[in-house]
């Protein structure tokens, strides 16, 4: 267990120049967390899912390490936008309706050939053809295949509703669709198994459910390892692959050791958010923080501190607020939870507070954490070593 008063007391220090709120990474666990999805990678190279990580500087932090390899986007508009930065290979993780940023793909060598685009239905062709005005590019294609488990013949479903491609054989079909059409190449596949990857088995205070949780996972990747397998055959046989990217954080180290798969994704281990303690396969060091400020004291055991109602997205629960952090053993109220302008916390560590003290806090979700501020200062021991911006903060918003 990490000394909590010590850490609080080292991020206090370090940011005593500050003004809360603000937000920050200790680059420590950052390049910690770095390692680690290295180490379990197994020698298969890294993509980075930006969205988890919504801050330039940091993409190129952990893309100079040894062991990282390319960007995962999550809009059309920020694989270009990427890509005229400089990333020179940007996978586009979803199908976008963008019909402008398609005919500047189009139209522009440079960008046709550093961007990768996500299809999963021939529809998606019709529209980017249609988009083109003109730009005779060649565009880079990537599959994606329906990774969810299906048991009872299809009655039982779970994972998340992403590809309408979930045997090899619809894949296949696409795949010489593709293939056939002038203006694209077929050069990748993606599985993202997120009922694996995104889904902690070892919840605490819920033993049975974390049991079946690790039970239906180990059921899936059995599952998916062999469909994967499948799938990657079909579609080498009507193109030449470079890549077939499958995974998650949570689940680098099962998808690495398949040998169908080429390289893995993984971005919210390296900020190490709330949702992603709970599991078994790896310990990950929190590394994104924000910190608002103590603003009113209203009474014995409770203090109010400003702003963060920074919810996550997904299912509503309590799981979504940002959790307090440090100092440890501050809670929500419960009539009141994590408010728009001020937020009121319970608990013994409140009477130690005075007006001015700072709350640090954990979001619940990586990137998301960036959509509210518009800087991150990186901790380095008992300073900030510097201040960068994030996606906010360079004036780009992308959902």
């Not at 909590?4 to 990474?25: G, I, M």
Request: net charge neutral; with cysteine; aromatic share 6%.
């Amino acid at each position: 267990m990490p000394d909590y008063a010590a850490l609080r007391a080292r991020y206090d220090r370090a940011t005593a120049r500050l003004d809360a709120p603000f937000a920050a990474v200790d680059t420590e666990a950052f390049d910690a967390n770095a390692a680690d999805l290295v180490r379990r990678a197994g020698g298969k190279p890294v993509r980075v899912a930006s969205k988890s990580v919504r801050c330039r500087a940091l993409l190129e932090r952990v893309l100079a390490r040894p062991g990282f390899a390319g960007i995962m986007a999550f809009t059309l508009a920020e694989a270009l936008w990427l890509a005229r930065s400089g990333f020179d290979d940007v996978l586009l993780a979803y199908p976008s309706a963008d019909r402008a940023g398609f005919a500047e793909l189009a139209g522009d060598p440079k960008l046709a050939a550093a961007v990768t685009v996500m299809v999963d239905d021939p529809a998606q062709l019709d529209l980017v053809d249609a988009a083109r005005a003109g730009g005779r590019e060649e565009l880079r294609v990537c599959l994606e295949l329906d990774t969810s488990l299906r048991l009872l013949g299809g009655r039982v479903r779970v994972g998340a509703r992403r590809s309408p491609l979930h045997d090899p054989a619809a894949l296949a079909a696409v795949a010489r669709e593709v293939v056939r059409r002038p203006g694209f190449r077929l050069v990748g596949l993606m599985a993202y198994e997120g009922h694996v990857a995104g889904v902690g088995d070892d919840v605490r205070g819920a033993a049975v459910r974390s049991r079946g949780i690790r039970l239906m996972q180990a059921v899936a990747r059995r599952q998916l390892a062999e469909r994967r397998a499948e799938a990657v055959a079909a579609v080498r046989r009507l193109a030449d692959l470079e890549f077939v990217n499958g995974g998650g954080t949570g689940s680098v180290q099962y998808t690495a050791a398949e040998d169908a798969v080429t390289e893995v994704a993984a971005g919210s281990g390296l900020y190490q958010p709330r949702l992603f303690d709970n599991y078994t396969a790896f310990d990950g060091r929190p590394a994104a923080v924000f910190a608002l400020p103590v603003v009113r004291r209203p009474g014995v055991g409770v203090v109010t501190v400003l702003g963060g109602g920074y919810p996550a997205s997904g299912p509503a629960g309590a799981d979504r607020p940002p959790v307090p952090y440090l100092p440890e053993g501050l809670a929500y109220d419960r009539q009141e939870g994590a408010g728009e302008v001020q937020t009121p916390l319970l608990g013994g560590p409140a009477d130690d507070l005075l007006v001015g003290d700072r709350v640090w806090f954990r979001h619940a979700k990586a990137g998301e954490l960036c959509e509210r501020f518009d800087a991150l200062h990186l901790i380095e021991g008992e300073s900030v070593a510097g201040t960068v911006p994030t996606y906010r903060g360079e004036g780009r918003t992308f959902l």
